[in-house]
């Protein structure tokens, strides 16, 4: 019997028409996004479906951009696969708000305004900070942690065997790409982002967003939710609103968390939200796992196809 986990997408898989084909479609799509434009009190769903891409990629619009395209996938496909048993989910940086909504440790209207108000403290931090981030490809982790200790950066994210993301001020970000190609990288490309996300540089978000949940009720999550910091299942519901805040400053532990769940017997995963680039992480941390999505109507029906 396969084990089934759920993982939601981050920031960067946004792209100006995601859910609107869903949205067309199915009309419990749409009243998702109604309800969604309701709790916000501006029109989120326009942004998705229409842009301009400018606006779509602010941080304020993306974060919550992508976690509500995600949800809708998620509602989609509890609603064509009404018997899929999902055992765990996991999502990367602000997926790991929609994994948490998604097991019922918070509601939609409260996810959606968490994730809104952390894309908003993120996007004051970068404002007031010169940061950067990188892409490092093909190179061993521990001879990254060189380069990034020579340079003054830190590892945002740990995605997959050889693609790692560096984090910290801009120009220290080019000094940590040139080293990371004299030991040995295949590519080190600077990312087209507002800031050093998952660095220290972030550190001003933290207060306020630990002030943002302490208003919402956090309940135990119904199946494991691995967390992006210790790659492990997140605790008791204090722990919870601890880890989503330490989660803003601290590295994204992505194929630890993915080994944490192949380590337990799952062997399906299912990608939620637009873009899939978790699904190719994960293709390249275990071949044999199965790998599906739902980003759209048409991998709606075909993942649908191989699960019913």
């Given amino acids: 019997m396969s084990k089934t986990a759920l993982f939601f997408a981050g920031q960067g898989a946004q792209t100006v028409g995601m859910g609107k084909d869903l949205a067309g479609k199915f009309p419990s799509a749409k009243a998702w996004f109604d309800r969604a434009n309701a709790a916000l009190g501006y029109d989120l769903a326009a942004v998705c479906f229409n842009g301009p891409e400018p606006e779509l990629t602010k941080t304020e619009n993306a974060q919550p951009g992508i976690f509500l395209v995600s949800w809708v996938a998620f509602q989609l496909l ?16 602000l997926g790991e708000f929609t994994a948490l909504t998604a097991a019922g440790a918070m509601s939609f209207e409260d996810g959606l305004r968490i994730v809104r108000q952390r894309g908003r403290f993120m996007q004051e931090a970068c404002d007031v900070t010169q940061g950067g981030m990188a892409a490092v490809i093909g190179l061993d982790e521990a001879l990254m942690r060189e380069a990034c200790a020579e340079a003054g950066v830190v590892l945002a994210n740990l995605n997959c065997p050889g693609q790692l993301v560096i984090s910290g001020e801009a120009d220290k970000i080019a ?9 040995g990288a295949k590519r080190a490309i600077a990312l087209p982002v507002a800031g050093a996300y998952h660095s220290p540089l972030m550190a001003s978000a933290r207060p306020k967003l630990q002030a943002e949940l302490a208003k919402i009720k ?4 119904a199946v494991p939710v691995i967390s992006n910091v210790t790659a492990q299942a997140h605790g008791a519901p204090s722990e919870v609103a601890a880890r989503l ?42 071949k044999n796992a199965q790998v599906l999505n739902v980003a759209d109507v048409a991998s709606l029906e075909a993942t649908v196809k191989m699960l019913v």
């Fill in 175 to 183: 000094k940590a790409v040139e080293l990371a190609k004299t030991k």
């Fill in 245 to 286: 805040v330490e989660q803003v400053t601290s590295s994204v532990l992505w194929e630890k968390s993915m080994r944490t769940l192949l380590a337990q017997g799952f062997t399906r995963f299912i990608e939620l939200g637009p873009g899939t680039a978790l699904s190719g992480f994960m293709k390249r941390i275990d």
């Fill in 78 to 93: 509890k609603e064509h696969v009404p018997a899929l048993r999902i055992e765990a989910t996991a999502g990367l940086s």
């Fill in 218 to 221: 956090i309940s135990p999550p």
